[in-house]
């Protein structure tokens, strides 16, 4: 028989090294910082967001002020990146258009997550016949052109920038609202939801507090890839001149301006397109490492 430890020889102090258990948040942030591309692009998201949005406060020209004198003149030391066709601050004009793409990419992903995600909960916790009369509707909205139906809203209500942010995200939706139930019905047959009917509580409480909580790795995720592909839409939608209207502008709409004079300013296209494309590819590295790190499935190292 093993020895018994007797209160001489118990030690306290080695509770206090005893390992302690991580939590699925502090273990996903553990592995989060081991993919350094990762963290970069998170870093490079996070100064050009401040950057961005501290814009009014920063010392440089306004976005609208012209200088008719100059023209367009190439980047030098008064004009880190030069100036466009009207004499306006290219670096000005590229960190005031970086709030408009950044502001439509985070607010209308909001509304298409708020959308998505209750419907696609709604969905799959119920099934049966609700279940399929909520996902054929989810496939005749996918059978419409969005683009057109983006396009839609903004003649008939105008071209303001904050119906731009719900127009967006009302057909950014859809996909989200298929991974969600999908995720719910997986979920609906686990013993902790099926205890918490038989407890009788609410279905409203079982898909707010237990169904969505759950499937929180997948909507982040997915949220932080849905963001490039709508700052890419308004950047089209821009570049067609549906988005927003002089003298404000956007990453879509600089570079559609850049692009009709490339051959002799190639600055006007180049710096936006490059601020666009890195932007983006942070989003989509940030994505994928997140995607990697919320993976419950994932060995602890």
């Given at each position: 028989?093993?020895?018994?430890?007797?209160?001489?020889?118990?030690?306290?102090?080695?509770?206090?090294?005893?390992?302690?258990?991580?939590?699925?948040?502090?273990?996903?942030?553990?592995?989060?910082?081991?993919?350094?591309?990762?963290?970069?692009?998170?870093?490079?998201?996070?100064?050009?967001?401040?950057?961005?949005?501290?814009?009014?406060?920063?010392?440089?020209?306004?976005?609208?002020?012209?200088?008719?004198?100059?023209?367009?003149?190439?980047?030098?030391a008064?004009?880190?990146?030069?100036?466009?066709?009207?004499?306006?601050?290219?670096?000005?004009?590229?960190?005031?258009?970086?709030?408009?793409?950044?502001?439509?990419?985070?607010?209308?992903?909001?509304?298409?997550?708020?959308?998505?995600?209750?419907?696609g909960?709604?969905?799959?916790?119920?099934?049966?016949?609700?279940?399929?009369?909520?996902?054929?509707?989810?496939?005749?909205?996918?059978?419409?052109?969005?683009?057109?139906?983006?396009?839609?809203?903004?003649?008939?209500?105008?071209?303001?920038?904050?119906?731009?942010?719900?127009?967006?995200?009302?057909?950014?939706?859809?996909?989200?609202?298929?991974?969600?139930?999908?995720?719910?019905?997986?979920?609906?047959?686990?013993?902790?939801?099926?205890?918490?009917?038989?407890?009788?509580?609410?279905?409203?409480?079982?898909?707010?507090?237990?169904?969505?909580?759950?499937?929180?790795?997948?909507?982040?995720?997915?949220?932080?890839?849905?963001?490039?592909?709508?700052?890419?839409?308004?950047?089209?939608?821009?570049?067609?001149?549906?988005?927003?209207?002089?003298?404000?502008?956007?990453?879509?709409?600089?570079?559609?301006?850049?692009?009709?004079?490339?051959?002799?300013?190639?600055?006007?296209?180049?710096?936006?397109?490059?601020?666009f494309?890195?932007?983006?590819?942070?989003?989509n590295?940030l994505?994928?490492?997140?995607?990697?790190?919320?993976d419950?499935?994932?060995?602890?190292?």
């Amino acid at each position: 028989m093993a020895d018994r430890i007797t209160a001489e020889q118990f030690d306290p102090q080695r509770l206090e090294t005893a390992e302690e258990g991580t939590s699925l948040w502090k273990d996903a942030w553990y592995r989060l910082k081991k993919n350094k591309l990762a963290l970069i692009s998170a870093i490079f998201i996070l100064v050009l967001g401040t950057l961005c949005f501290s814009a009014p406060i920063l010392p440089i020209q306004p976005y609208e002020a012209q200088n008719l004198a100059i023209r367009a003149t190439p980047p030098s030391a008064e004009y880190w990146l030069g100036t466009d066709v009207l004499g306006r601050d290219l670096l000005s004009r590229i960190l005031y258009g970086g709030r408009i793409s950044l502001a439509v990419g985070l607010c209308a992903t909001a509304v298409s997550l708020f959308i998505g995600v209750l419907y696609g909960a709604t969905s799959g916790f119920f099934g049966g016949k609700l279940d399929s009369v909520m996902m054929r509707i989810v496939d005749i909205l996918y059978s419409l052109p969005f683009i057109i139906f983006v396009i839609l809203l903004m003649v008939l209500f105008g071209r303001n920038i904050y119906l731009l942010f719900i127009a967006i995200g009302a057909v950014e939706w859809l996909t989200m609202a298929r991974i969600v139930r999908g995720q719910v019905r997986g979920l609906r047959r686990q013993e902790f939801i099926e205890a918490a009917i038989a407890l009788g509580l609410r279905r409203r409480r079982i898909i707010l507090r237990h169904m969505i909580p759950n499937v929180l790795g997948v909507v982040i995720v997915y949220a932080t890839l849905t963001v490039p592909s709508v700052i890419l839409l308004e950047a089209f939608l821009s570049f067609l001149g549906f988005g927003v209207q002089p003298p404000m502008s956007s990453w879509g709409t600089l570079i559609s301006e850049g692009a009709k004079s490339m051959e002799e300013h190639p600055w006007m296209l180049v710096f936006p397109a490059l601020f666009f494309s890195v932007t983006l590819f942070s989003l989509n590295f940030l994505g994928d490492g997140l995607r990697d790190a919320l993976d419950v499935r994932a060995s602890k190292d």
